[in-house]
């Protein structure tokens, strides 16, 4: 299964920042962790970074069970 | 050079070493960016980042590629700290060495619109009135799509 990352606010707000999930899509894995109504809430919010296999990616993409996905919010460095 | 760090950083130090013994260059500049003590009204007692080791570098090191490429300099540095950061500490380091100043003053300030907007880093607020987690401001993507509207077209 995909490994799944969080990190910020999401981590947070999940309580986790890494687990393994089914799913072989970003919107498949995406729609598991909407499941959790207050990730739900932070992964509907504009400006979202998807990243597979350390590759940032935008709107849907397949995803295999040995891939490494990331949600994080927009970034705040600096 | 950039680098992630989760040790305090010491400006002073860093500009001592990274003007010590150049002959090559006329202008370094060096911005230190603090932890205030207040944030919109909101009091902060600490400030913790989040990041991603081995990935943020990564893209801190493509920023770090784009600025060189960008503006004529003779060398950068960047600093940026993560995990706790206490008030009035130093966040983030960068210092630009350039022949003349121009290209030294732009750099330093492109670099630092980039590392805000683009570094996968993600500040939290802790203090009396409960946890914040801090997103980019308007100003900020303001400032960096300065340097969007003057890129030449591919």
Redesign the interface.
């Known amino acids: 299964m995909p490994r799944v990352l969080l990190f910020g606010a999401f981590a947070d707000v999940a309580g986790w920042r890494e687990r393994t999930i089914a799913g072989d899509t970003v919107e498949a894995l995406r729609a598991v962790l909407s499941e959790d109504a207050r990730l739900a809430d932070r992964l509907a919010r504009p400006g979202t970074l998807t990243v597979v296999n350390q590759i940032m990616v935008r709107g849907d993409c397949a995803v295999g069970p040995e891939d490494e996905v990331a949600f994080a919010p927009p970034v705040s460095g600096g | 050079m950039v680098r992630l760090e989760a040790d305090p950083i010491d400006p002073a130090a860093l500009l001592a070493r990274f003007t010590c013994d150049r002959t090559d260059v006329g202008a370094v500049v060096s911005f230190t ?1 603090l932890c205030r003590a207040a944030t919109d009204g909101h009091s902060v007692g600490t400030l913790t ?2 990041a ?1 080791p ?2 943020t570098e ?1 893209i801190m090191a493509g920023l770090e590629a784009g600025t060189r490429a960008r503006f004529d300099l003779i060398d950068l540095l960047a600093v ?1 700290r993560w995990g706790e950061v206490a008030v009035g500490q130093p ?2 380091f960068v210092a630009v060495a350039a022949t003349h100043r121009r290209a030294a003053f732009e750099a330093a300030d492109y670099l ?1 619109d980039r ?10 607020e802790d203090g009396p009135g409960g ?1 914040r ?4 401001r308007p100003s ?1 993507l303001a400032d960096a799509a300065r340097w969007t509207r003057t890129e030449p077209t591919p």
Do not use: F, Q, S
Request: net charge positive; no cysteine; hydrophobic share 40%.
């Open positions: 960016g980042l989040d991603w081995g990935y990564r940026h966040i983030v630092m590392l805000k907007t683009r570094a996968p880093l993600w500040k939290r946890r987690w801090i997103e980019p900020d």
